[in-house]
């Protein structure tokens, strides 16, 4: 067995590795894709980072790293994709994708080894493993490997998946397809050449699931496995992360890393540093979650509910006295509502100088009331207001919107307001995945994406065809001119396919939809059941179950996600159901994304079974009303209210084609403020480790103080001073830090309305403030540091912070922020603000 290879990693990070880098194979390398074997090793290392934020020495341990991975096995790095040539290809390339060739020639070698890796004894198979030099090899044992140890054969495609991986790409295989094999595989390859890997799984239930469904597999390739799942102990999660492969949803992740960015000893930490991840559903954590920020709390402090101004909010009309921008980002009062609001709150000046807190209570109040809708945008339940995520359709249960906004919705639903504390550090999704070296990944829908991929991580797609032809027949749109023909036409689709027995799986765009539906399916004596908000294993069980004969399943988007729905069930009769057509899709509206809408019919025509899907939309649907709003009204609308006009169903299609735009640019722009940030927190942790595992601060402080430190000797162990002086440098820098994010916060809301003022570029702005308020924390953490050494009392015992006021958090606590605290909630709150800063004054 091996050690982690994070280990051997830290260890050895200066001498030559030990996996049989030889030159030979880096050559071959080179020769067969015609880049230089260093080159592609060198973008291979950095093809998933920020090149320019990366310290020098660690970049160049990555390279190291990643040479011997590539070195280990000659299948070239991401370079080498640009090197497409003229080959005869034995599979079908699509567009933007990678060239899939020089992963399909390694198929004979492969299959080659075959009889021979059948003879050995698992001990043999085990070492092979260990042995393994190529690519190749390492999929012809890894295929043995899971036929004894899982029951299952890989494919051909799943192998070629597996080789994307390894070099770094994002696979894109079909839902059904088998990429839970695939990954671990490929996982499995990157521990056996020295790497720790992470795999990211969609949810507690899904990490937990592949890891033990997974671990016969590791076992007789002779790599250690380990999952982590919300409840996880730190004990747990510390044995978990020192496995060379770890499971875990990408939320515990990042929230075990921003706690660990809070050890004050080296033994409290539980993660290990970010290696390889690859990543499950990659495209939702990578694109669609990317900017969600996860966030670490401390120390209580009532919010406050504002009813005032929710009832205030609660009185005002649509239209009269507020608008909404077409694309249901903003909320502006009218003339009419302002002067509504001055009455309301006792006669006063809303645009006098004092009175701009007030304007922004009432903008954020209108903005909980206007824009964010119950049962859409978040449920209650238990007198808490729940978050439901946009691309999840499920309740998001840790999740909260930025403190204000969060507090206003609550005070909107008549509920106290929940505890907010301070934030002591944040990460999003996207700054967590970009600080690994190596970033790969699998999902049934990358290709939509392949661009912004690129252009966030610098990872390749490779669409790898499916084993056995899709047969799913995917209908056109059904297009109706208003909803309640749309609804009707759905329902009586599914009478239609239910009485033939077919089952159907019905994708709403969320739960308000999905209950609405089931209610009128009950009525009308379609029984069905609902998918939503429950626990993960529940929705697995149920969603197992969705493709038994005469099954209805109605499900928010993408509920379940990962459970594998076969024909007839679980125990049922697969070929009754096949006969009958298979599985029956039904989605009752597109999404903002098509990606989306893939993924919907993608659940059904798995590995080749019968199936179809079916989209009804209509011209008053929120995407088109949203991102179409001067669409002409369409021609040939026939009794139903179906529409055939080719016109309006381009309509349909722009409108998405927008959102998705709209999205995109949003993504961009949150990153482009990110960016900055990441950097600076980098250099802070950077800092913070070398004070916590060297005695970089006693030496800091007893330069700058040296009558104090001899002083201090007299009394006090060397050990126990050392440690004095960590405590108190650790202290100041991470107050430090959460005094510049939370004057980061503010300047960006400032920003905004100081810009709009002068008309001067945000984002220049906010770098200028933010650099200059980062230069200010070292300094400052510095000289507070030596005030601290100076005055607080220091015994044998070590230093007594407390009693000097300086305590840390007695508490904390981490969520997931909705949409960024630096970005869009907030953003639009403060930008109808400052719209109404600029309007002109109404006598
Ligand atoms: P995906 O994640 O691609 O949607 P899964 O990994 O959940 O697919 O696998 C879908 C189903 O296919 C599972 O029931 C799994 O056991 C089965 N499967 C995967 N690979 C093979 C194989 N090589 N041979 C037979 N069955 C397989
Ligand atoms: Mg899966």
Known sequence: MKLPGRNRRREDSGAPGDVT????????????????????AGVTAVAAKPADTKPADTKAADTKAA??????????????????????????????????????????????????????????????????????????????????ALGERPFDVQLIGTLAMLSGQIAEMATGEGKTLAGAIAAAGYALAGRSVHVVAVNDYLARRDAEWMRPLYD????????????????ERRAAYAAEVTYAPVSE????????????????????????????????????????????????????????????????????????????????LTEAGAHAAERALGGIDLYAEENLPVLTRLNVALHAHVLLQRDVDYIVTGEKVRLVSESRGRVAWLQRLPDGLHAAVEAKEGLSATDTGEILDSITIESLIRSYPTVCGMTGTAVAVGEQLREFYNCEVAAIPPNVPCIREDEP??????LEAKENAIVAQIRQTHESGRPILIGTLDIAESERLATRLERDGLPCVVLNAKNDAEEAAIIAEAGSRGAITVSTQIAGRGTDIKLGGTNGDRDEVAELGGLQVIGTGRHQSSRLDYQLSGRAGRQGDPGG???????????????????????????????????????????????????????????????????????????????????????????????????????????????????????????????????????????????????????????????????????????????????????????????????????????????????????????????????????
């Open 477 to 482: 749109d059904r297009l109706y001119a208003t």
């Open 220 to 235: 007789l390739l002779g790599v250690s496995v380990g999952w982590i799942n919300q409840s996880s102990t730190p004990e």
């Open 613 to 843: 899907s079916v989209f009804f939309a209509s011209m008053e649907d929120d995407l088109v009303t949203q991102y179409a709003p001067d669409a002409a009204p369409p021609d040939d609308v026939d009794d139903d209210g179906l529409i055939t006009d080719p016109a309006a169903h381009w309509v349909l299609g722009h409108a998405q084609r927008v959102a998705e735009g709209v999205n995109l640019e949003i993504h961009r722009n949150t990153w482009r403020y990110n960016k900055l940030i990441e950097e600076q927190r980098r250099i802070v942790l950077d800092h913070r480790d070398k004070l916590l595992r060297t005695d970089l601060a006693l030496k800091t402080l007893g330069e700058k103080c040296p009558e104090r430190l001899a002083e201090l000797k007299e009394t006090v162990d060397d050990e126990v001073l050392t440690e004095a002086a960590r405590q108190i440098m650790l202290f100041h820098l991470d107050r430090g830090w959460a005094n510049h994010i939370a004057d980061l916060a503010d300047v960006r809301e400032g920003i905004h309305l100081r810009a709009l003022g002068r008309g001067l570029d945000p984002l220049d702005q906010f770098h200028k403030e933010a650099v200059r308020s980062f230069n200010n924390l070292f300094d400052e953490a510095q000289q507070r540091s030596e005030e601290t050494f100076k005055t607080v009392a220091i015994t044998g015992e070590g230093a007594d912070l407390g009693a000097a006021g300086l305590k840390r958090p007695s508490a904390t606590w981490t969520y997931l922020v909705q949409d960024n605290p630096f970005g869009t909630d907030i953003d639009r709150a403060v930008r109808s603000v400052g719209r109404l800063l600029g309007r002109p004054r109404s006598s």
């Open 67 to 148: 040479a011997k991975t590539a070195g280990a096995r000659s299948t070239g790095g991401v370079a080498a994709v640009g090197g497409v040539r003229n080959r005869v290809r034995r599979f079908l390339q699509k567009p933007g994708s990678a060239d899939l060739s020089r992963y399909s020639k390694l198929l004979p070698q492969i299959a080659a080894q075959e009889d021979r890796l059948r003879e050995l004894t698992g001990e043999e198979l085990t070492d092979a493993a260990g042995d393994a030099v190529e690519d190749a090899d390492l999929c012809a044992i890894a295929r043995e490997a899971a036929r004894r």
């Open 253 to 332: 992740i990042g929230f075990d890393v921003l706690r660990d960015r809070l050890a004050v000893r080296v033994e409290d930490m539980v993660t290990t540093p970010p290696d390889v991840a690859l990543i499950d559903e990659a495209d939702s954590v990578l694109i669609d979650e990317a900017r969600v920020p996860l966030v670490l709390a401390g120390s209580a402090e009532e919010g406050i509910a504002d009813r005032e101004m929710a009832d205030v909010v609660r009185k005002l009309a649509r239209g009269a006295h507020y608008e909404i921008d077409e694309d249901a980002r903003n909320v502006t």
């Open 21 to 40: 880098p030889d030159t030979t194979t880096a050559t071959e390398a080179g020769a067969t894709d015609s880049t230089p074997a260093d080159d592609t």
